[in-house]
């Protein structure tokens, strides 16, 4: 069985730039590029919104997250800078910025630039990390944003290297950290202690993402790496075993995997790549196989569902579907094009590709 997608618009969003992040929003789709630019999209009409021309990044924004209202939005870029935006109506504005290094953490400067950064599903305080691997907490409140909260400790000898990705589950207790030497760092956040590792990839991970929680797939994180693969975790009971479970490994990209998310139910997985393909993965399949796949001329850097209500257990039940109607999802590219595709429904046969 098979998933069929059309390409619903293409928007030149970066000419002669790249699209490095997408969220999408009940508000709209908000765009990272490496031109330093936040941007937000229409996705009914693939048209530019109106958003804040000033931006305090100098360099490519580098992370991008948003609060579980989807009304705040944080993004950090290479130069160090984060930065706070929310919406003024249709208009995408920005809030407050910082500079974290000299900022204050328990009585000592943190010392590194954001490489990485995850705004909290509540919008009040955001995780950076950077050189080192030790993540700390931060105000997001506009009056105080940037202030340090706390640090979060690290299990001494579970390796060097620094902060690549930052994310937190969908209510906020758990922040995981991928590294540039591969391995994931979990945190309980209310506790502020390392609780488990993952060490599954020997290359850095680019990609982070806690399913939604579902009846079904819940507490499951996703874990994209240079090594072309994405491994799937069942953290279920992760804080009395600190072992997360592997169920699975998604093997098809030849080339880094820059992004992985998983729809409203958590069944479909999406996984983009540098070698330019998106592919969707059925976690209900067995073995699990890819549904879909779709080519575009450069690498693909980011790649966002479009927001959905949860479905109830009746639906879950009586649904003989891959995908619900409406499970639209949108990329960036290095080309600088942000694309969206809409689901067409659902074939037997051979893989699509529009």
Sequence with gaps: MSLQYLEEFQLDLAPGASVWQAQWLPRGIVAGTSEGRVDAVDPQQGT??????????????????????????????????????????????????AELSAAEVEGTAYGTQAYASALHPNGDVFAAGGDGLAPALFSAAPSTFG???????????????????????????????????????????????????????AQPVRALYFSAPTSTFSDHLFVG??????????????????????????????????????????????????DGLVQL????????????????????????????????????????????????FVTGGEDGTVRRYRNAGTTTGAQVDP
């Excluded at 992760?238 to 069944?267: E, F, K, N």
């Excluded at 450069?298 to 649904?319: F, G, I, N, R, Y």
């Design 147 to 201: 202030h340090g909260v706390a640090r979060l400790s690290v299990d001494e000898g579970d390796g060097d290297g620094f902060a690549m990705k930052l994310a937190f589950n969908h209510d906020g207790t758990l922040l995981a950290l991928g590294t540039s030497s591969g391995m994931v760092l979990l945190f309980d956040v209310e506790t502020r202690a390392q609780i488990a590792l993952v060490c599954d990839h």
């Design 48 to 97: 530019p919104m109106s958003s804040d021309v000033s931006t305090p990044h100098t360099l490519g924004v580098v992370a991008l997250s948003a609060s579980a209202d989807g009304e705040r939005v944080l993004s950090s870029s290479i130069d160090g800078q984060v930065a706070l935006w929310h919406w003024d109506g249709a208009r995408l504005a920005l809030g407050a910025s």
């Design 225 to 274: 790496s240079d090594d072309r693969t994405t491994t799937v975790h069942d953290l279920q009971n992760v804080r009395a075993t600190r072992v997360p479970s592997t169920i699975t490994a998604l093997q098809g990209h030849h080339g880094w995997v820059l992004d992985v998310q998983s729809s409203g139910d958590g069944r479909i997985v999406a996984t983009c790549a540098s």
């Design 281 to 328: 993965w059925d976690l209900a399949a067995s073995p699990v196989v890819s549904v879909a796949t779709f080519s575009q001329p450069a690498p693909v850097w980011a790649l966002a569902w479009k927001p959905q209500a949860p479905k109830t257990a009746e639906q879950d039940a009586v649904s003989t579907q891959l995908l619900a109607p409406g499970s639209d």
